[in-house]
């Protein structure tokens, strides 16, 4: 006979400002999960290892200038590269945890005076909706405190200010708050705490399209 397909994995979302422990807890994430016997992967966006991704990589850095919709389309076309391995990988059964996702995308161009939310949205709208967001929340005073700040493009209050203000705009009931101005260890917890909690409720059904 003819073994069912294995349960697909969770796509699971890790967003917030500069600073505010993204890459620590996912990475965290990734190693509870697998070390429980769950398969999962980790994925960042901006991805900077691709022929996009250096575009976009030198943009932060200073080293070209783009239009704000160029560079917009850019991340955009840097998740929308990954959507074949990001589908794979939940179809066989592991999960995916990623450092900043479409919310960024629509965040921070937003938060330039040229681009509107709506407009922002239409570039990434129809990829996998995550089965959670988990937001780390922190002030940004207290973030700007944490390690060099201010030397990529995009790393100043007054920004990262509008920044929050959109992400803000983008919630729903998939979003989760995270008080990210505790210990690394207790952020750690209570991410675990939510991520247990969405692996037994979710139906783990089709992948829905965000935005759609
Ligand atoms: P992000 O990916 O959101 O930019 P990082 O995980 O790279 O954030 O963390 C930024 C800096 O803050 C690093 O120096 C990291 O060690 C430190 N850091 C992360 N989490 C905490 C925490 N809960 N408390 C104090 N410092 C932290
Ligand atoms: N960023 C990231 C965007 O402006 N749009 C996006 O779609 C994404 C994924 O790039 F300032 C911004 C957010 C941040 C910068 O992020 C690089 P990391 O997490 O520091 O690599």
Not at 3 to 26: F, M, S, W
Not at 32 to 54: E, Q
Request: include cysteine.
């Amino acid at each position: 006979s003819v073994a069912a397909p294995p349960r697909r994995g969770a796509l699971i979302v890790i967003e917030g400002c500069d600073r505010t422990g993204k890459t620590t807890q996912a990475m965290k994430l990734v190693e509870y999960l697998n070390g429980s016997d769950r398969k999962a992967i980790f994925m960042r966006f901006p991805d900077r290892t691709t022929p996009i991704g250096c575009l976009i990589d030198s943009y932060l850095s200073r080293g070209v200038n783009l239009e704000d919709q160029v560079i917009h389309l850019l991340f955009s076309a840097n998740r929308w590269e990954s959507h074949p391995k990001i589908i794979s990988t939940l179809k066989s059964g592991a999960s995916v945890i990623i450092d900043r996702y479409a919310f960024s995308g629509v965040a921070f161009s937003a938060a330039k005076e040229s681009l509107g939310l709506q407009w922002c949205k239409g570039s990434d709208a129809g990829l996998p909706k995550p089965d959670v967001v988990l937001f780390l929340d922190l002030p940004l005073e207290q973030a700007a405190t944490r390690g060099e700040y201010g030397s990529e493009r995009y790393e100043e209050l007054k920004f990262q200010q509008r920044v929050y203000k959109n992400y803000m705009a983008l919630r729903d009931d998939t979003w989760k708050m995270i008080d990210a101005s505790k210990s690394i260890e207790e952020v750690q917890r209570s991410m675990e705490a939510e991520v247990e909690r969405v692996m037994k409720e979710s139906k783990f059904g089709p992948l829905p399209g965000l935005w759609w």
